[in-house]
């Protein structure tokens, strides 16, 4: 089933309030942005800002954790069930040791699987749904391990830290392998996009497989965000 979240990063900030009741109705819930100006070149909301979102709608918040660790801000965040948390696959590769270790197949299959099973698990105890993203250059391949374990896998189409760029088309493979391989291994994850997608793209996208869309400029920076979500659904029918 296709889902669209707004992406509030392109919201008009003053008036979020306004803007999150008034689409509430026409999508599935809001995707939240979250960057801490290390991992990447850019620095959104805190905890508190989240928190009050939380109170003002009952719709599901699709998290995006784009920051160094995402382990202490899974304690700060008041998450209710039904919200979506991605981390990072990368988040946890900050430090050069990491790095270095990142390319033997060893560290990926054991210590970071572990890591990142533990955040899985952090996430599933308070009853949300628990995402993994990759960025457009990190293979699938890193991600193999964890995928039994996730809900959702977002594969980033910009690299994250900004809403208005372009969609980099050649992660339409990386689509196609992993619906190809979630289909083979009977698995259950949703796949999801953020980045650039627009009325040009999310048919395609859609027929190869993802249901959950991340969507900022394409909704609110045009003249009428309820109009612009409507067309998006229907042309992901198409
Ligand atoms: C990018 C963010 C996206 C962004 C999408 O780092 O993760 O959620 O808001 O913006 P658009 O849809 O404008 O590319
Ligand atoms: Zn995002």
Redesign the pocket.
């Known amino acids: 089933m296709i889902k669209i979240y707004p992406?509030i990063?392109?919201a008009k900030i003053l008036e979020l309030n306004t803007q999150i009741k008034t689409l509430e109705p026409y999508c599935a819930g809001f995707?939240v942005?979250i960057?801490d100006l290390h991992f990447?070149p850019?620095l959104t909301m805190g905890p508190d800002f989240i928190n009050a979102i939380e109170k003002i709608t009952s719709a599901p918040l699709w998290v995006?954790l784009?920051v160094d660790d995402p382990r202490p801000w899974l304690e700060l965040l008041k998450l209710k069930p039904s919200d979506i948390i991605t981390f990072h696959f990368e988040s946890l590769f900050r430090d050069p040791t990491s790095i270095k270790l990142r390319k033997t197949k060893g560290f990926i299959g054991e210590s970071l699987l572990n890591e990142h099973k533990k955040i899985v698990g952090t996430i599933h105890s308070k009853n949300c749904l628990a995402s993994i993203a990759i960025n457009p250059e990190t293979p699938l391949y890193d991600i193999l391990t964890l995928l039994p374990f996730v809900d959702q896998v977002l594969i980033?189409?910009?690299?994250?830290?900004?809403?208005?760029?372009k969609?980099i088309s050649k992660i339409m493979h990386k689509v196609k392998e992993l619906s190809q391989y979630k289909k083979e291994n009977n698995l259950s994850f949703k796949i999801a996009i953020?980045?650039?997608?627009?009325k040009n793209n999310i048919s395609e996208l859609a027929n190869l497989g993802v249901e959950d869309f991340?969507?900022?400029?394409?909704?609110f920076?045009t003249p009428n965000p309820i109009n612009a979500i409507e067309e998006l659904y229907g042309l992901t029918k198409k």
Do not use: L, Y
């Open positions: 992406s990063i392109s995707h942005d960057m990447v850019n995006h784009m980033m189409s910009v690299e994250p830290g900004f809403s208005g760029q969609f953020d980045g650039g997608v627009d991340a969507i900022a400029s394409a909704i920076k």
